[in-house]
C-alpha cells in the first residue's frame, strides 16, 4: 500500500489507501472544525474565505487563512522533501516513513489534549492538522500518481463526473472508467464516514479522537516499513 509506486500498483492497492486514509483525513477535518470552526483539510474553502474576507476588510481573519493555507503547503513540502531525500538515498518505504510521522504526530496530539495542553485547542490545532493533513495528501498524490488524493473532494467528485460520463457513451475505456468511478467513490464516501465518525467520537472522547486516528495510520505505516525491509 506504501511500497510500490506509480504505473506499479493495482487498482486493489489505490482502493485501501484511499479508504484509510481519507477516513483518517475526514475524522480530522470535522474534528478540526468542532474545535475551531475551521477546516484544516477544505483549502478551496479557505481561499474562497481568504478573498471574502479581504474583500470585508477583514484584515484579521483573513491572516489566519493565509496561515492555514501556508501551513498546509508546508506539509506537502515537507513530504516532498522526504521523498525526494528517501529517494535519492534508496529507502524503501520512504512512503511509510512520512505516513509513520503522520501518525506519531496525531498520537502526539492525543496525549497533549489528555494533559489538558493548548496545543489541541484552537488555531494551534487547526496548523497542526493543517500541516499533517498537507504531509498526507502529499504521499499519496506522489505515490499514486495523482489517482489518490485524500483531501481533494471536488476533485474527485469531478472525476465521478468524468467517469460517469464516459461510461454513459459506452467508449473503448469502460474498464478504466469503472475503475476511476470505484476509486474516487470510495475516496468520497470515506472522507464522509471518517467525517461524521471523527465528529461523534470527538464529541464523547474528545482529544482521544486523534489516538484513534494516529493509530491505524501508525500501524499500517509500521507493517509497510517492516516489509519494505524484508524485500
Same mark, same amino acid.
Given at each position: 500500500?506504501?511500497?510500490?509506486e506509480? @504505473?506499479?500498483r493495482?487498482?486493489s492497492? @489505490?482502493l485501501?489507501?484511499a479508504?484509510?486514509?481519507?477516513?483518517?483525513?475526514?475524522?480530522?477535518?470535522?474534528?478540526?472544525?468542532?474545535?475551531?470552526?475551521?477546516?484544516?483539510?477544505?483549502?478551496?474553502?479557505?481561499?474562497?474565505?481568504?478573498?471574502?474576507?479581504?474583500?470585508?476588510g477583514?484584515? @484579521?481573519?483573513?491572516l489566519?487563512?493565509?496561515?492555514?493555507?501556508?501551513?498546509?503547503?508546508? #506539509?506537502?513540502?515537507t513530504a516532498?522533501?522526504?521523498i525526494?531525500?528517501g529517494?535519492?538515498?534508496q529507502?524503501?518505504?520512504i512512503?511509510?516513513?512520512?505516513?509513520?510521522a503522520?501518525?506519531?504526530?496525531?498520537?502526539?496530539?492525543?496525549?497533549?489534549?489528555?494533559? #489538558?495542553?493548548?496545543?489541541?485547542?484552537?488555531?494551534?490545532?487547526?496548523?497542526?492538522?493543517s500541516?499533517?493533513?498537507g504531509?498526507?495528501?502529499?504521499?499519496t498524490?506522489?505515490?499514486?500518481?495523482?489517482?489518490?488524493?485524500?483531501?481533494?473532494v471536488?476533485?474527485?467528485a469531478t @472525476?465521478?463526473?468524468?467517469?460517469?460520463?464516459?461510461?454513459?457513451?459506452?467508449?473503448?475505456?469502460?474498464?478504466?472508467?469503472?475503475?476511476?468511478?470505484?476509486?474516487?467513490?470510495?475516496?468520497?464516501?470515506?472522507?464522509?464516514?471518517?467525517?461524521?465518525?471523527?465528529?461523534?467520537?470527538?464529541?464523547?472522547?474528545?482529544?482521544?479522537?486523534f489516538?484513534?486516528? #494516529?493509530?491505524?495510520?501508525a500501524?499500517a505505516?509500521?507493517?509497510e516499513?517492516?516489509?519494505?525491509?524484508?524485500?
Amino acid at each position: 500500500m506504501l511500497i510500490r509506486e506509480g @504505473d506499479q500498483r493495482t487498482a486493489s492497492i @489505490d482502493l485501501r489507501l484511499a479508504a484509510l486514509l481519507s477516513a483518517v483525513a475526514g475524522a480530522l477535518n470535522a474534528t478540526g472544525f468542532e474545535v475551531a470552526g475551521l477546516f484544516s483539510a477544505n483549502m478551496t474553502g479557505n481561499v474562497s474565505a481568504l478573498a471574502e474576507n479581504v474583500a470585508g476588510g477583514r484584515w @484579521d481573519l483573513a491572516l489566519l487563512f493565509v496561515v492555514v493555507i501556508v501551513v498546509f503547503v508546508c #506539509g506537502a513540502l515537507t513530504a516532498g522533501l522526504c521523498i525526494e531525500l528517501g529517494r535519492r538515498r534508496q529507502v524503501r518505504g520512504i512512503y511509510a516513513w512520512v505516513i509513520l510521522a503522520e501518525g506519531a504526530v496525531l498520537l502526539a496530539l492525543s496525549v497533549a489534549g489528555v494533559a #489538558g495542553s493548548s496545543l489541541v485547542v484552537g488555531v494551534r490545532l487547526i496548523c497542526v492538522l493543517s500541516f499533517t493533513l498537507g504531509l498526507q495528501n502529499a504521499v499519496t498524490t506522489r505515490i499514486s500518481a495523482a489517482r489518490v488524493r485524500t483531501t481533494h473532494v471536488s476533485g474527485m467528485a469531478t @472525476d465521478v463526473g468524468l467517469a460517469l460520463a464516459g461510461l454513459w457513451v459506452r467508449s473503448d475505456k469502460t474498464a478504466q472508467h469503472r475503475a476511476q468511478l470505484a476509486l474516487h467513490g470510495i475516496t468520497i464516501a470515506s472522507f464522509l464516514v471518517g467525517g461524521i465518525v471523527g465528529a461523534l467520537i470527538h464529541v464523547a472522547f474528545g482529544a482521544l479522537t486523534f489516538l484513534l486516528c #494516529g493509530l491505524p495510520l501508525a500501524f499500517a505505516a509500521l507493517c509497510e516499513v517492516l516489509r519494505g525491509h524484508r524485500r
